[in-house]
């Protein structure tokens, strides 16, 4: 069992992350309020903290979580590998549908960073909804396997 530690949202591309405390997510939106909700497999991207602190030891630099652009920041979780399971925050569930791969923006937050997220799925998972539900903070967040 995680938890949720983070939730964060953008308007449109290359716009600030904005963080906050809850938010309901949707089968046709994903996180209520983000430009990324209409991309079928790719309408929540979760990040995992231990996985987000291993990359910014390795690009020796520390930065805050939303650097890497996801939605949903958890801890207590595995997230390599798992394409094809999902997870459960409140009454909503997410299918994990493919690793969220670093892209050139990662570069351009810090020198290096795109490198370091590379490994074991360190950059998180992308996730489509398939129930909606309202999300929180503190959260607990279950992984069921593929």
Do not use: H
């Not at 939730?7 to 309901?24: F, L, N, Q, W």
């Not at 650097?67 to 958890?74: G, H, I, Q, S, Y």
């Not at 998972?125 to 909606?132: D, E, H, N, Y």
Request: net charge negative; glycine share 12%; proline share 3%.
């Amino acid at each position: 069992m995680g938890q949720l530690l983070g939730i964060a949202k953008r308007e449109r591309s290359g716009a600030p992350m904005e963080t906050i405390e809850r938010v309901d997510l949707s089968e046709d939106m994903g996180v209520a309020g983000d430009y990324r909700g209409k991309l079928r497999k790719r309408q929540v991207s979760v990040l995992a903290r231990e996985d987000w602190e291993r990359a910014c030891e390795s690009a020796g630099a520390e930065l805050p979580w939303t650097t890497r652009r996801a939605n949903l920041l958890v801890e207590g979780l595995t997230l390599k590998e798992t394409e094809g399971g999902r997870l459960k925050i409140g009454d909503a569930v997410l299918e994990i549908m493919m690793e969220t791969d670093p892209c050139a923006q990662m570069d351009k937050a810090f020198q290096g960073l795109r490198k370091a997220l590379e490994p074991d799925w360190r950059g998180g998972v992308c996730c489509r909804v398939i129930r909606g539900g309202a999300i929180a903070v503190g959260d607990e967040v279950e992984l069921e396997a593929p």
